[in-house]
């Protein structure tokens, strides 16, 4: 019995044992592992993505708008601090939820990989020179693109006619343009004249209280608020205060009058050099980039499929809703 008494004994006092040695061993494991310290030149870290200093550097840099005195402000640098973390968390959540296979995002990378690419490879070229003789040989043989026509300053009369006046009042109206013309042509030496009487009868608000001027327009010139007719008699026109016949169209009769005049010239080279530099280092870039696609696609096979190329519908433009 004794004997039976001690082996239970023994038997219960064991797993006390262990229970006690497990017991002492688990808080040992449970205590977290030592954080590595931050590399060296690590502004912070999240996620075990080292937000570098230069990255910090680089986005200080960047915001150039901040003083010297700012961003040496701790206030200052622990927002910015703040932004590349929400950054570089934000990046990594969309990371794990897989925006980096999105056809859009991977299509808007590789133009960026293009553009990048090609800057570069362009630039290797050196830069774009384009000498004097260059400059001068193209406006030689452009004077097309340097002349300027011949231009002319107009003050008009306007007296309108509604579309639906009987005849009665259309051979009324023109009658009263017929008159105010002879008037002007009689006293057409004494200055203000003209503007005097565009004054009394012009019905055209934006140039009436001017004595009718309208402004300057090129010679031929025909995309103007004015109808074709009015601008076609201005051209017909061949002397400052010279006064065109009465011109009639369906919605109002008019009369125009020659203020001034600039005879067509061609612009002097030391007004365009700049602007003919400019062309020609555009057009040398553009060289350089055919030439840089001719060799990219140089060694790759490369097939179309015209069947499918001219069937693909145009996308629609979505319709802006309406208002109720």
Not at 21 to 31: F, I, M, N, V
Not at 149 to 156: D, K, S, T, W
Request: proline share 7%.
């Amino acid at each position: 019995m004794a004997f039976q008494t001690q082996s239970y004994s023994m038997k219960t006092k064991l797993p006390l044992l262990g229970l006690v040695g497990l017991l002492s061993w688990l808080p040992a494991c449970s205590k977290p592992a030592a954080l590595k310290p931050l590399p060296a030149d690590a502004v912070a870290e999240v996620g075990g993505q080292v937000i570098t200093r230069a990255v910090f550097q680089e986005e200080l840099t960047r915001r150039g708008r901040l003083s010297a005195d700012q961003c040496a402000d701790p206030k200052v640098r622990q927002v910015v601090l703040e932004e590349l973390i929400c950054v570089e968390a934000l990046h990594q959540k969309a990371l794990a939820a897989g925006y980096d296979r999105d056809p859009e995002i991977a299509a808007s990378r590789k133009r960026m990989i293009v553009a990048k690419y090609q800057a570069d490879q362009i630039a290797r070229l050196g830069q774009t020179n384009i000498s004097v003789a260059a400059i001068t040989n193209y406006y030689r043989n452009h004077p097309e693109r340097f002349g300027t026509p011949e231009r002319v300053r107009a003050a008009l009369i306007e007296i309108k006619v509604a579309r639906i006046a009987p005849p009665e009042k259309r051979a009324e109206l023109a009658k009263q343009a017929a008159a105010v013309r002879a008037e002007a042509v009689a006293v057409a030496a004494a200055d203000g004249t003209f503007g005097w009487l565009a004054q009394q009868h012009s019905e055209a608000q934006a140039s009436r209280y001017r004595g009718g001027d309208i402004g300057w327009f090129d010679l031929g010139q025909t995309n103007t608020e004015w109808p074709g007719a009015v601008m076609t008699a201005l051209s017909q026109l061949t002397h400052p205060g010279e006064i065109s016949p009465v011109i009639e169209t369906p919605a109002a009769f008019y009369l125009v009058k020659v203020i001034e005049m600039q005879p067509a010239r061609i612009r002097a080279l030391a007004e365009v050099r700049e602007g003919i530099a400019y062309l020609l280092a555009r057009e040398q870039e553009r060289q350089q980039q055919e030439t840089l696609h001719a060799a990219a696609k140089q060694g790759l096979p490369i097939r179309i499929n015209p069947a499918l190329l001219y069937t693909i519908p145009a996308p629609t433009k979505p319709t802006p809703p309406a208002f109720p």
